[in-house]
């Protein structure tokens, strides 16, 4: 039923589309699982370790997010490089630019391993997380490993990009479950065998997606792509290059995104408290659900955009832009409605551990509207390669950012509200122009900046 909904509100005729609703489709029951096992995992993890433990760990994780960005864009790179490839069917080309890829961030993030294992112990983490200092040799030991295992998750998740490429957003989701569920076990465990430190916790979160990861990779590359298989042989630097060419755009963009959405839980825990780090990610957590409903949706679009432009199918963009945009007004008065029942549901999750005031509430409802408005946009911008004017809104959004939240914070007396609510004022802005970009290039009038 739910497909024949999708197949009916898509108007499905052709085979873009198609692969795109049979993507959701699953994707839809694979993001639910997704769902409740991260719902599952909070009171969990809550259930053995204390309120300051948790919100040290969630500062911890992102910071974490920020070392994604050492790959300095190689995996969206390829991505689109290779979208284009599978289009062409030419597959030699591609056997080429994945091999490029994994040979290029091997060396990247061995390099980076070295690094941090020689500066880190000059570096006092009780400080950097401001955490209790009886925690100190706990917050070491799971850094190391954290950091440690993070570098070479980078590496073996490639094949989540490989399957975005070839349109199997789907099968992404359910490489990303796996790891998900495993995680649940992991720590389901750790409390049957009393072990309740944030080491051992760090050790299930980063350990199990390598060990998915490979052997996922290992799979597919045995089987359905050995025509891309990796192999020194195919290693070729002068697609470094190439991949970085539009990667390096993407990179510097991504370092934005973690300035705007990652570096939230940084902030709190240095104006405010690590437990305040907790109350601000159940709220964020709450909201995220509507907005990965619309992920399920949006994933497969970014690819098959350059697929479409690769064809030049204009007409095949614009028709499935507006149909996101009538999803993003439905899933708008859904995330209302979860605003109007959040309070309870706080109390029932946390088992009344944690209270969230009405006012964060509000603002993540908020927030999360704007950031599913922007992501169709810059989702198409991505897909089609057109990043500059992205690029420089990306770093203006970047240097205002943080000075923002601090000023709503400390001078306009927000609290904790004024960091998300600097983050929508500058997404929302940086949107307007995306808008206007799309759809000058959409109508082919798009000339100097706005094309490239």
Known sequence: MFKALLNKFFHLKDAKSKTVIRNVFFSFFIKALNISVNFLTIPLVLSFLTTT?????????????????????????LRNHLTISVATKNFKEGKI??????????????????VFLIANPFINWVSVFNAPPAMKNDLNYAVLFAICFLFAQFVVRLINTILLSFQRAAMADFTNSLVQVFILIGLCILKTLHFHSLTSVAIVYSL??????????VYLFLSVYS????????????????????????????????????????????LFAPADVTVYNIA?????????LFTIVLAPFWSMTTKAQTEGDWDWIKASVKKLIILWSILSLCGLLQLS????????????????PLALSLTMFLYFIVSNWCSIFSNFLNGVGKVRVQLYLSIIGMIINIPLAIFLVKVCHFGIIGIPVATIFTMGSANIVALIQYNKIVHLTAKGIWNK
């Open 53 to 77: 433990q948790y919100g040290v760990w969630l500062t911890l994780t992102a910071v974490l997010g920020w070392f994604s960005l050492f790959d300095l864009g190689f995996g969206n790179g």
């Open 97 to 114: 630019y994945v091999s490029t890829t994994y040979a290029a961030l091997s060396v990247i993030f061995g390099f980076l391993i070295i």
């Open 208 to 217: 199990i997606p390598i060990v998915v990861f490979l052997s996922v990779s």
């Open 227 to 270: 025509d891309i298989k990796p192999s020194v042989y195919f290693v070729k630097t002068e697609y470094v290059n190439k991949l970085l060419k539009l990667g390096l755009k993407f990179f510097i963009i991504q370092i934005a995104a973690l300035v705007l959405y990652a570096s939230d839980n940084f902030i709190i825990a240095q």
């Open 284 to 292: 964020f957590k709450y909201f995220s659900i509507v907005s990965i």
């Open 341 to 356: 029942i959040a309070h309870p549901l706080y109390k029932l999750w946390t088992n009344n551990k944690v209270i969230v």
